[in-house]
């Protein structure tokens, strides 16, 4: 995944220079912020801010909640009426709305859409661009969560919770014997598992299915997926900044970037 920490600083307040156009998707633990460079979106998460306000905000949408003290202009929020999706009920969160709309503007063939973040969710869009329906589990964090929260023995993993580029923390092996590694390897390689069987039931009402996975623990879960999918014959690919090319896409700039096709 692809991560810049401008526009933003260490205590999460965000900085009002440089003057691009941005975009915010609010997240359930996270913020996620897109703007308009010279090659495209530029995308990065944070924490929510402890104070705005937000500069050059062309949209935003929120499925999490909005800080107290923290105002964004209403005029450019976008609902989930605004969004395209065929058939898609009222009460569906407007993250899967606009991937499985961004994801399926770009296949024009039907598409599952995996968004492994806070919640691992499943949105299934046909090959008309119709909302056909999904999937929602307890993602990598919250299950972490719960089996410390319920368990007298197990323990509450750091944050972030798996080893960063040279920590010292290493998931060794798929039948790992160290307690914090069975809990890492046992979360991933179920939710993992979840993907492909979900994938499989999918493709098998529509052959030609593709599959798109986003969210902040797509790479936790990738290497997982890649032998399965493939044994499944079911193309797939990574895309951590789906949901806001869609806002995007939805809310342009003069010269809106588009994605390339999947």
């Known amino acids: 995944m692809r991560h810049s920490h401008a526009g933003a600083d260490g205590r999460g307040n965000l900085s009002v220079g440089g003057g691009r156009r941005r975009w915010l998707l609010i997240g359930n633990s996270r913020w996620h912020w897109a703007e308009a460079g010279d090659q495209g979106l530029r995308w990065w998460d944070r924490p929510p801010p402890l104070q705005g306000p937000v500069p050059d905000l062309i949209a935003w949408a929120a499925v999490g909640p909005l800080p107290p003290t923290f105002c964004l202009p209403p005029d450019r929020r976008l609902a989930i009426e605004a969004v395209p999706l065929a058939g898609a009920p009222p009460w569906l969160g407007i993250d899967r709305a606009l991937a499985?709309?961004?994801?399926?503007?770009?296949?024009?063939?039907?598409?599952?859409?995996?968004?492994?973040?806070?919640?691992?969710?499943?949105?299934?869009?046909?090959?008309?661009?119709?909302?056909r329906g999904g999937r929602l589990q307890a993602g990598v964090a919250l299950q972490l969560r719960a089996m410390a929260a319920g368990t007298a023995a197990l323990p509450t993993l750091p944050d972030p919770a798996f080893p960063e580029p040279g920590d010292d923390r290493v998931v060794s092996g798929p039948w790992p014997s160290d307690t914090i590694a069975a809990m890492q390897e046992g979360v991933t390689r179920g939710l993992a598992a979840a993907?492909?069987?979900?994938?499989?039931?999918?493709?098998?009402?529509?052959?030609?299915?593709?599959?798109?996975?986003?969210?902040?623990?797509?790479?936790?879960?990738?290497?997982?997926?890649?032998?399965?999918?493939?044994?499944?014959?079911?193309?797939?690919?990574?895309?951590?900044?789906?949901?806001?090319?869609?806002?995007?896409?939805?809310r342009p700039d003069q010269a809106s970037p588009r994605s390339a096709r999947i």
Do not use: K, N, Y
């Not at 770009?106 to 969710?121: F, H, M, N």
């Not at 797509?218 to 890649?226: R, T, V, Y």
């Open 195 to 250: 993907i492909v069987q979900g994938s499989r039931e999918a493709a098998a009402e529509e052959a030609d299915l593709r599959m798109v996975i986003t969210g902040g623990d797509a790479p936790l879960l990738c290497h997982l997926l890649c032998d399965a999918l493939e044994a499944a014959s079911i193309p797939w690919v990574h895309r951590p900044a789906l949901c806001l090319e869609a806002l995007a896409r939805l």
């Open 100 to 131: 499985g709309w961004q994801a399926w503007c770009e296949v024009e063939a039907p598409v599952l859409v995996v968004d492994a973040g806070t919640v691992l969710s499943f949105t299934w869009v046909d090959g008309r661009g119709r909302f």
